[in-house]
């Protein structure tokens, strides 16, 4: 079975300052995605970015791109000047291509992020 | 385009009561998936369903149930609730579950069982 695992309950950055959250994560197949959702005080859970795992060129939305290592099977999220608005919880996430489509999401216990202005 | 919507938004229940949680996924989708959210286990996937048929179910007691309609909406049953199922439960949606489609949450329905 997929695990994801987030080391970092918490973390905090400066407004406009960068910071990076880590994710790690253990499978034995070899085409996947990978996901950073951010869930704000509302609880809905929004799309960040996400990461093919055959393609080797790291996803990039904005202020937010990640730096996808297949073979250390690590995934972090960097997000660049930060707005007060990006404090929220982040969660990694995993979908494997199971029966040729599924929506099942396994989800890294994530990671507070503070932004301090 | 209106998201995933879910209902109801808040509710309580007492202990050994089952409840019932209803899901309208985006228009279009027909693909949708339940999950739960507590503090000690984080975000755990329940079941999902594409076209009315079950495709997958997580590892939940048989207590938890859902169901999908031919037009897409969804519901999720618990019953003989139990203190532990307090929990935010999230359903989200895509357009077929096809590898590589966006899966789009809503707000969640927060149950609290006492």
């Known amino acids: 079975a997929q695990t994801v695992t987030q080391s970092q309950p918490e973390m905090s950055v400066q407004e406009a300052e960068t910071v990076t959250l880590s994710c790690t994560y253990d499978?034995?197949?070899?085409?996947?995605?990978l996901f950073w959702y951010k869930q704000p005080p509302s609880r809905q859970m929004i799309l960040v970015i996400r990461?093919?795992?055959?393609?080797?060129q790291n996803a990039t939305e904005n202020r937010f791109s990640v730096n996808f290592q297949k073979a250390a099977k690590s995934f972090s999220l960097k997000i660049s000047d930060s707005q007060l608005g990006d404090a929220a919880m982040y969660f990694c996430?995993?979908?494997?291509?199971?029966?040729?489509?599924?929506?099942?999401?396994?989800f890294g216990k994530g990671t507070k992020l503070t932004v301090n202005p | 385009k209106a998201g995933v919507t879910q209902t109801p938004r808040y509710l309580i229940k007492t202990r050994g009561q089952q409840v019932t949680l209803s899901c309208s996924p985006i228009s279009g989708h027909r693909s949708v998936s339940w999950y739960q959210q507590t503090p000690g286990q984080g975000l755990q996937f329940l079941f999902e369903y594409f076209s009315e048929t079950q495709r997958n179910k997580g590892n939940f007691p048989g207590r938890f149930s859902g169901r999908q309609f031919s037009n897409s909406r969804s519901e999720m049953n618990v019953s003989t609730l139990e203190l532990g199922d307090s929990a935010l439960y999230l359903c989200?949606?895509?357009?077929?579950?096809?590898?590589?489609?966006?899966?789009?949450f809503g707000e969640g329905s927060w149950l609290t069982v006492v």
């Open positions: 499978t034995s197949e070899s085409d996947y995605y």
């Open positions: 996430a995993y979908r494997s291509d199971f029966q040729g489509g599924s929506e099942k999401l396994v």
């Open positions: 990461q093919e795992a055959y393609k080797q």
């Open positions: 989200a949606s895509s357009k077929d579950a096809s590898y590589g489609n966006t899966i789009y």
